[in-house]
């Protein structure tokens, strides 16, 4: 059995994912890398083995069931062991009002943004309670607050977390966290700003505009670094919370003496 930790980590193409995957293997962790996009996918790949890490990419739909087992069954073959998931993938659109949202856009939301997280779970879950290991939910402050015109997004994140909280009273052996990762400089940042202008009440859409131009927006790396040790320190007693990933514990996880 290797001594490396392992952590398969959703969404991780670009973005936050990516960001989350390269801050994992740099504090030593093995990744396993999934999302549909296998040429970014494979580059992030090469570039953690390029820096003596360890990584294994797998192209595939989060909400296909056969992905999660995928992710699953490369973590055994290459790295002898799952210890977290981060479940990170997400889509933001439809961005729409609930009066004219589109119910196949809002189920396919769904399947990626809650179904998705649910599979990975799923498929880690018994080497995660043999090592005591880690669900890791990527959340939004939108999941607490709604947002005009984000409504499939702001619900499949509040059920995100009630799927954090279930997971965490079904399974004691286990550590489920949902983080809120800020407001971070990614992809989806880009959709909302050339897609939200139609439906989004104009001050909503001038805030995400200006928190680009202003360049308030996070880089990746910052909340990556912290979802990171969330992924591979966070304490048992949190099980079931919803953290942000600026709150000073969190922090505190990445700089303990191990
Ligand atoms: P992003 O740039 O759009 O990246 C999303 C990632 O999810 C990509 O790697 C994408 O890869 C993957 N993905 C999308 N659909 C998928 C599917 N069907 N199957 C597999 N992978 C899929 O988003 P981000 O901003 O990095 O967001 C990461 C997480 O942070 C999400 O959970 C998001 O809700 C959350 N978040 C972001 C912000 C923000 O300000 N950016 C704020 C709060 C919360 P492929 O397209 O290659 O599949």
Redesign the pocket.
Known sequence: MSDTPCVIV?????????AIARALAQIGAAVVV????AV?LDALVSDIRAADGQAFAIA????DPT?AQRCVNAALDNFGRVDAVVN?????EPIARLADVDAEAWRRLFD??VL?AVLLAQAALPQLRERGGRVIN?????AVRPIRAWGA?CAS?AALNMFNAALAAEEPQITAIAV?????D????D?IRKRGADAMPPEDYARFLSLHEARQ?LP?AKPGQAIAALALYAPRAWSGEFVSWDEPRVAALGTEAR
Do not use: E
């Open positions: 959703s969404g991780a193409s670009r973005g936050l994912g990516a999934t999302a549909r996009s970014p595939g739909d989060i909400s992905t990170n993938a997400a889509i933001i990626v943004n998705g990527v959340s939004s402050g939108a997004y994140k809120r990762p800020g407001v971070i990614t992809p989806m940042q959709v927006l990746p």
